[in-house]
Nanobody, 113 residues
Framework: QVQLVESGGGLVQPGGSLRLSCVVSGNIFTINTMGWYRKAPGKERELVARIDVIGRTNYADFVKGRFTISNDKNTVYLQMNSLKPEDTAVYYC?????????WGQGTQVTVSS
């Protein structure tokens, strides 16, 4: 089992940037993929981006060219540029392993002028 602690959310104006971080602790050696999901009010949770243990990434179409996922040892980052009001949501860190999936508590991102 792993524990995840997210940070970096907040209020930003349209066109601005934020960087989310997720520190993973525990049995990190079993992790296959690390990713970010988001849930906006009235919508289901959706994949934003994920990265696997050899660095392959995939992105949702709505963030391609704007968001970048990366990782460094036990931390996964989501660099978000050119933010839009429709990016407003609670962003969740996720890790998946052979034993299952674990989630962070979520961090609020609000894009508004």
């Amino acid at each position: 089992q792993v524990q995840l602690v997210e940070s970096g959310g907040g209020l930003v104006q349209p066109g601005g940037s934020l960087r989310l971080s997720c520190v993973v602790s525990g049995n990190i050696f079993t992790i296959n993929t690390m990713g970010w999901y988001r849930k906006a009010p009235g919508k289901e949770r959706e994949l934003v981006a994920r990265i696997d243990v050899i660095g392959r990434t995939n992105y949702a179409d709505f963030v391609k060219g704007r968001f970048t996922i990366s990782n460094d040892k036990n931390t996964v980052y989501l660099q978000m540029n050119s933010l839009k009001p429709e990016d407003t949501a609670v962003y969740y860190c996720n890790v998946a392993s052979s034993f299952g999936s674990d989630w962070g508590q979520g961090t609020q991102v609000t894009v508004s002028s």
